[in-house]
């Protein structure tokens, strides 16, 4: 069982639509992560959150829009997308370098979402 | 920034044989870590195995063992005895020791395919 919890597991939208994708995790984790995947693809980083705080935005368009309410909680508000963001976005958490250093991340299940 | 490649974008192997996956990494970094992470079809993304550079010991973790090869910038993965459910994407990644380096860098991924 995963300990970094996705949900919806599967997103259908319009263009036009305003829909959120959320993520939540009890480890701990002062670390939070959105990815996009397309298949056969390794993930590509969209966003970071260090203590809740945004601290690497990888020039995503603003029709996606993070949010982090509190250490546990991680969404990601969607509006006006296109069909080439029908993707798999994953959320993803880990402790923080020096705390110890080294650790992994810990992946959702991932929102599978679709555009029409 | 640092990049890591994976040159095999496909591999098979038989069941119950020995299959090595290979991944190079470029950094000016002497302090990091090292990852093997495995996407099976259901799409969630579990660590495998980890490795720190100032270690000369090479990970091992049941069937998972890694070849490290620091000199050459090299961290290949072997399986042994390969099972059915080692069937997946496994994805190669690299994160700093540095206390801002919370980003990860994955490789392109190899699929692997084991035949019955």
């Known amino acids: 069982d995963t300990e970094v919890t996705q949900t919806p597991k599967h997103l259908v939208m319009g263009m036009t639509n305003k829909k959120s994708l959320k993520c939540e995790q009890h480890?701990?984790?002062?670390?939070m992560y959105w990815y996009k995947q397309k298949a056969k693809k390794p993930p590509e980083l969209m966003f970071v959150?260090?203590?809740?705080?945004?601290?690497i935005n990888e020039s995503v368009p603003s029709r996606f829009s993070p949010e982090c309410p509190n250490s546990s909680l991680l969404n990601l508000h969607l509006h006006a997308l296109q069909p080439e963001d029908s993707a798999l976005y994953l959320c993803?958490?880990?402790?923080?370098?020096?705390?110890?250093?080294?650790?992994?991340?810990?992946f959702g299940d991932g929102t599978r979402l679709s555009i029409l | 920034a640092q990049t890591v490649t994976q040159s095999q974008p496909e591999m098979s192997v038989q069941e119950a044989e020995t299959v090595t996956l290979s991944c190079t990494y470029d950094t000016s970094e002497s302090d990091y870590y090292l990852f093997w992470y495995k996407q099976p079809p259901s799409r969630q993304m579990i660590l495998v195995i980890r490795?720190?550079?100032?270690?000369?010991q090479n990970a091992t973790e049941n069937r998972f063992s890694v070849n490290f090869q620091k000199a050459a910038k090299s961290f290949s993965l072997k399986i042994s005895d390969s099972q059915l459910g080692d069937a997946a994407m496994y994805f190669c990644a690299y994160r700093t020791s540095a206390n801002t380096g919370n980003q990860f860098y994955f490789g392109t991924g190899t699929s692997l395919t084991v035949i019955p």
């Open positions: 490795q720190e550079a100032y270690k000369q």
């Open positions: 480890m701990g984790h002062r670390a």
């Open positions: 993803a958490s880990s402790l923080l370098p020096g705390t110890p250093p080294g650790q992994p991340q810990h």
């Open positions: 959150y260090s203590y809740e705080k945004l601290s």
